[in-house]
């Protein structure tokens, strides 16, 4: 099989505008079908990682690969403008097994994130969880959140075959989470479920509004012009996107529950 060194003396890195150092020189062995890269270390801009290891060419090399370190949640976030994150990732991840049926191990541990979109629909904060790796399955452990003046909880489990998704179960769970939405603050209890594989999903459950307030410009005529409702249009996952169509199957209840201040 094929053999050969191959050494970086030096690495440039820019990632949105700002740098990313990587620890030089970075070092790649190829022994057959077994690509080993020398430990090396990434650092700046809120990330801290060092990674190495074997990583296979063929299916029957054998995997042995690491990532450790922290990275900045906020420092992520900026590669998209429409969010805002907070908080730190610790990870602690490995790959191994043969290349036809990679095996992941360890975790991620997630303290104190924060998530918002630009113009407020969503606030999380103080998210506190654990990711673990085992084997084929990706395990969201009790990630629990502060929802404005509510809580969302959080767990779910990802089945992976040879790294690509399998199926996927979601539970969420909120106890007075507001969430804003096109003038109005609408309060949420509610229990839902996402479960799916890569043909189509299903979100199911049910949701309470105990209270949902206009508390902007409020039109009737024009709330009465597009029906008074929300629309989800065609399903989420239609008009061209990478995401499995999703189904809805959620009862909401809002008795006598909306307020106008105005």
Known sequence: GLKGNLSLPSISLEV????????????????????????????????DLSLGGTLGISEEAKLNFAVNG?????????????YIMGGKATVDVRLTGPASAPQLGGDIRLDEVAFSTIDQQFNLEHGN???????????????TTAANDGTLNAKGVLTLDRLQPKEWQLDVSTNDAIVNYQGAQITLNGDLTLRGDPQGQL??????????????????????STGGGLSFGGGIGEGGSSLPRMVLDIQVEANDSLLIRN
């Open 16 to 47: 949105s505008g700002r740098t990313i150092t990587v620890q030089t020189p970075v070092a790649f062995t190829l022994n057959g079908p077994d690509l080993t890269l020398e430990r090396t270390r990434i650092t700046g801009d809120g990330i």
């Open 129 to 143: 969880g654990r990711i673990v790796m085992a084997g084929e399955k990706i395990t969201l452990e009790n990630f």
């Open 203 to 224: 979100l199911s459950g049910s949701i309470t509004i105990p209270q949902a307030e206009y508390v902007s410009e409020f039109d009737l005529e024009r709330l009465a």
């Open 70 to 82: 922290t990275a900045d949640l906020e420092a992520i976030a900026r590669l998209n403008p429409d």
